[in-house]
Structures are given as structure tokens and as C-alpha cells.
């Protein structure tokens, strides 16, 4: 009996997206991290977020803990998850050339992200939590170490240029193409400014 008068209850409130008991943690960070990524952590709350994974906010607490330790993750996720395509990059069969260039941009193909870099546009992200300097220097040290990396396999690069100094010189590059393609998807001055760039390196 009283199975029946709450399925009565829940069809007079309406159909609801239903609260999921347990839930792939992984899967539901990602989608918190794409959340956090579009809307900023300000704009966020926990409403929207079990609204938008389904899970309720006292599960999302449990195994989360509170909503700065929860952007916390989800930075953290992003850092890894840019990461893992900075090095597919650097793994696959593309000249030197293709891999400053896909690295400069980082486009994430058929994934269901937004363009840009979360860390970038998080904004002062010492403002939110001291750690995610953190964080975010984790992925700014990969990347250098990958343009770094690419350099030196260059066969046709000007010689007595500094490496360290020209990876650096990238990853500022590359933070800035991240402004650029989040405010504009792929403006076509990015490419330009790729092949200029390449352009000079070279003897």
C-alpha cells in the first residue's frame, strides 16, 4: 500500500530524473568537470549539479566532500585528462611540425568538452582554493616538458636557439590560443598564427 501511494505521489509531482543510488564515480566527475568548465565555479551549485547527474547532493558530498573540494577533482580530472592527449600527441605518427601545432591547440576531437582550456578560463583559481596552483602548474610543466620534448626532434631547426626558452615561449603560446578558441571556436587567425610560428623556428 504505501508502494503504491508514493508511485501516485511521483506521478502527480511528474516524471523526475531519477536519484541514483550508486553511481560510476569516474562518469559522474566528468560530467561535473565539463559543468564547472562551461559555467565557472561561482555560477555552479549543488542544485544543478544533481539535477545534472542525477545523484543527490548528500551521495555527491560522500563521496566528493564539499563543492570547492569537488572543483578541486574536477580540475584535477581536466589536468589529467589533457594530459593523456598531450601525450597521445606526442605518441602518434605526425611530423614535429603537426605535434607543436595539435599541442598549441589541443582540440579535443568527438569528445563532449567545450573549447578552450578549463584551467585558463577558470580565472584566479588561488581566489577559489591555494591548491589549484597547483594543479594547474602540473599541466603547464607537462606541456613544456612535451614542446620540449617535439624540439628536439626537430631536424630543421634554427640552430643555437634555446630549448628551454622556446618551450616556454610555446606554452604561453599555447595558453593564448586557449583565450582565443574559447571565445571564438578555431577563429582562422589561430592557424595562421601556428604557421608563423613554426615558420621562425625553423632554419
Not at 563532449?112 to 594543479?135: F, K, R, W
Not at 630543421?156 to 583565450?179: C, E, K, M, S, Y
Request: with cysteine.
Amino acid at each position: 500500500m504505501i508502494i503504491v501511494e508514493r508511485l501516485l505521489k511521483n506521478k502527480k509531482e511528474g516524471l523526475r530524473m531519477p536519484r541514483k543510488r550508486s553511481f560510476d564515480k569516474a562518469a559522474v566527475l566528468d560530467q561535473i568537470m565539463v559543468y564547472f568548465w562551461r559555467n565557472g565555479f561561482q555560477d555552479t551549485g549543488l542544485r544543478e549539479l544533481t539535477e545534472l547527474t542525477g545523484v543527490q547532493a548528500q551521495s555527491l558530498y560522500n563521496a566528493f566532500g564539499s563543492k570547492e573540494a569537488l572543483y578541486v577533482q574536477a580540475m584535477e580530472h581536466y589536468v589529467t585528462v589533457a594530459i593523456a592527449k598531450a601525450d597521445q600527441i606526442l605518441a602518434s605518427d605526425r611530423s614535429a611540425e603537426e605535434q607543436i601545432g595539435a599541442l598549441l591547440i589541443l582540440d579535443w576531437g568527438k569528445l563532449p568538452y567545450p573549447a578552450g582550456c578549463m584551467v585558463i578560463s577558470s580565472g584566479e583559481l588561488d581566489q577559489v582554493n591555494p591548491q589549484l596552483d597547483t594543479v594547474a602548474n602540473r599541466l603547464y610543466d607537462h606541456l613544456t616538458a612535451c614542446f620540449h620534448r617535439v624540439l628536439t626532434t626537430m631536424a630543421d631547426l634554427r640552430p643555437g636557439l634555446p630549448l628551454d626558452g622556446l618551450a616556454a615561449q610555446l606554452l604561453t603560446l599555447h595558453n593564448g590560443i586557449q583565450v582565443a578558441v574559447q571565445a571564438d571556436h578555431y577563429p582562422a587567425n589561430v592557424q595562421q598564427l601556428i604557421a608563423t610560428t613554426l615558420q621562425t623556428l625553423k632554419a
